[in-house]
């Protein structure tokens, strides 16, 4: 199965707003909501930011926001910390009832 | 509060088998489903599977069928993945994972590393 396309990195400044993109199909994200979005710092479990498209567990800061649109889903960090440093997976439901990660993304603040 | 200890560390030789435990604790067990997910250095994770931990049932990922098995005692609140015919592609972090529903992880094993190497 074929893993969601993202953006190897992105980088921005302190402050700065940067987006990350999650291309998938109509037959994972095009076609559910159930898209989360995962942050993992080196050598530590994945964290859940997102789930389902758009709705942050209790804890995550607001400056995490997520959207979809068509087969992309994103996910946009507001106002860049040097402490939101880290890789950043999508995650999707898939309709054969199986789950495929993104491929990842490398958040760097400058 | 919420825990999922795994089991340690791992050193295989390729052809064997492994089992990885997963001790939940802090909330029902029966009312979530555990999905493993596995991690190779260097790589974005990869979902393995999931298991029911009220009916037992599971489901893997195509790529997994016939090698893996992922069981649950109830009485103790274990989930347990084993992988068999181990390769050195099998070389990796493998994370148990509380499931909200459709893939929403809120708890997370620490990871256990199985390593493959003859």
């Known amino acids: 199965q074929s893993a969601l396309t993202q953006p190897p990195s992105v980088s921005g400044s302190p402050g700065q707003s940067v987006t990350i993109s999650c291309t998938g199909t109509?037959?994972?994200?095009?076609?559910?909501?159930?898209v989360s979005w995962y942050q993992q710092p080196p050598g530590t479990a994945p964290k859940l930011m997102i789930y389902?498209?758009?709705n942050r567990p209790s804890g995550v800061p607001d400056r995490f926001s997520g959207s979809k649109s068509g087969n992309t889903a994103s996910l946009t960090i507001s106002g860049l910390q040097a402490e939101d440093e880290a890789d950043y997976y999508c995650?999707?439901?898939?309709?054969?009832?199986?789950?495929?990660f993104g491929t990842g993304t490398k958040v760097t603040v400058l | 509060q919420v825990q999922l200890v795994q089991s340690g560390a791992e050193v295989k030789k390729p052809g064997a088998s492994v089992m990885v435990s997963c001790k939940a604790s802090g909330y029902t067990f029966t009312a979530y489903f555990i999905h493993w997910v596995r991690q190779a250095p260097g790589q974005g994770p990869e979902w393995v599977g999931e298991i029911n931990t009220n009916s037992g049932g599971t489901k893997y990922t195509q790529q997994f069928q016939g090698r893996v098995t992922m069981t649950r005692d109830t009485s103790i609140t274990t989930a347990y993945m084993e992988l068999s015919s181990l390769t050195s592609d099998d070389t990796a972090v493998y994370y148990c994972a509380r499931d909200r529903g459709w893939g929403i992880y809120d708890y997370w094993g620490q990871g256990t590393l199985v390593t493959v190497s003859s």
């Open positions: 109509n037959s994972d994200v095009g076609s559910y909501n159930r």
């Open positions: 389902e498209v758009n």
């Open positions: 995650y999707s439901y898939r309709s054969d009832l199986t789950y495929v």
